[in-house]
């Protein structure tokens, strides 16, 4: 099985900065694509940025230009930098990869972490 533990959530004031890391472990022959979504209370889960295994971006309008998403294809780990923070920011953030594995044969699936819980205060 494959396995993502997400680290780095808090609470911070308006304006501040946090670093989200999540790390994959487990039977990984490859990962594809990789992400961070998030979901606030009483709302949908959104995609907050993506990356390809290339180093390929796409963000979501309102987070772009303060998130920067990055990857070390070595540690299978995705990280999110957060600037810039505002209030609307406050959600749950969720690292999702595209993974493919090996056991005799080769299987793709997506997984999800169990989430981190970032705060911004205004």
């Known amino acids: 099985q494959v396995q993502l533990v997400e680290s780095g959530g808090g609470l911070v004031q308006a304006g501040g900065s946090l670093r989200l890391s999540c790390a994959a472990s487990g039977n990984i022959f490859s990962i594809n694509d990789m992400g961070w979504y998030r979901q606030a209370p009483g709302k949908q889960r959104e995609m907050v940025a993506t990356?390809?295994?290339?180093?390929?971006?796409n963000y979501a309008v309102s987070v772009k230009g303060r998130f920067t998403i990055s990857r070390d294809n070595a540690k299978n780990t995705v990280y999110l930098q957060m600037n810039s923070l505002k209030p609307e920011d406050t959600a749950v953030y969720y690292c999702?990869?595209?993974?493919?594995?090996?056991?005799?044969?080769?299987?793709?699936?997506?997984?999800w972490g169990q989430g981190t819980q970032v705060t911004v205060s205004s």
């Open positions: 999702n990869a595209d993974v493919t594995r090996y056991s005799g044969i080769y299987r793709e699936n997506r997984y």
């Open positions: 990356i390809t295994r290339g180093g390929s971006t």
